[in-house]
């Protein structure tokens, strides 16, 4: 079975400055898709940036990047010029590609605690 | 568009009683998943439909859950009868074949007194 870890968590970050936040997963699978996911206290799950396992390069969404380590099943999250907004738990997740086209349930990580002082 | 519609936001109510949550996926989307969010255990995964038909429920917890999808624009999960261990944010997403992520509903918090 798969399994996700988020080994942080809390994480604290000055407004403007950079931070990571790591994941690391256990898969036998060559072909899945890694996520993070943002909670801020309205609870809602907003997607931040998703990465195709299959891709070599690094995924970008604006401020948000990604480290993604294949070999080292490791998917960590930075987020640069953090911003007052950026506060939330921030979930990684993980999807088996399971067959072309078809879909399979997330398996997530406990999270992380992201706190921006101003 | 609309996205993922949850309802009740909130729902209280006492151990023994019923309890049905109610999600309208996206348009278009051909699965639906059920999640359920708890301090201890995080967010697990209860069930998840494609084409309205279950395709995994080793999530649901035990007999006092069920879920169904109707149609392709509704579903239910329903808690009967409801135990304090319940208590949590249950989550509906939905997706299509062709993508890749989830979208998620705001979540119905629960509380079973």
């Known amino acids: 079975a798969q399994t996700v870890t988020q080994s942080q968590p809390e994480m604290s970050v000055q407004e403007a400055e950079t931070v990571t936040l790591s994941c690391t997963y256990d898969?036998?699978?060559?072909?899945?898709?890694l996520f993070w996911y943002k909670q801020p206290p309205s609870r809602q799950m907003i997607l931040v940036i998703r990465?195709?396992?299959?891709?070599?390069q690094n995924a970008t969404e604006n401020r948000f990047s990604v480290n993604f380590q294949k070999a080292a099943k490791s998917f960590s999250l930075k987020i640069s010029d953090s911003q007052l907004g950026d506060a939330a738990m921030y979930f990684c997740a993980y999807r088996s590609a399971v067959v072309a086209g078809s879909q399979g349930n997330l398996i997530f990580g406990k999270g992380t605690k992201l706190s921006v002082k101003p | 568009d609309a996205g993922v519609i949850q309802s009740p936001r909130h729902e209280v109510t006492e151990m023994g009683q019923e309890v049905t949550l109610r999600c309208k996926p996206i348009s278009g989307h051909d699965y639906l998943f059920w999640y359920r969010q708890t301090m201890m255990r995080g967010l697990e995964l209860l069930i998840y439909?494609?084409?309205?038909?279950?395709?995994?429920d080793s999530g649901m917890p035990e007999d006092r859950f069920s879920a169904k999808m109707p149609n392709a624009s509704f579903s239910t999960l329903k808690i009967q009868p409801s135990e304090p261990r319940d208590s949590a944010v249950y989550f509906c997403?939905?997706?299509?074949?062709?993508?890749?992520?989830?979208?998620f509903g705001p979540g119905t918090r629960l509380t079973v007194l």
């Open positions: 997403a939905s997706s299509s074949k062709g993508r890749r992520e989830q979208f």
């Open positions: 439909f494609n084409n309205n038909v279950p395709i995994d």
């Open positions: 898969t036998s699978e060559s072909d899945y898709y």
């Open positions: 990465q195709e396992a299959y891709k070599q």
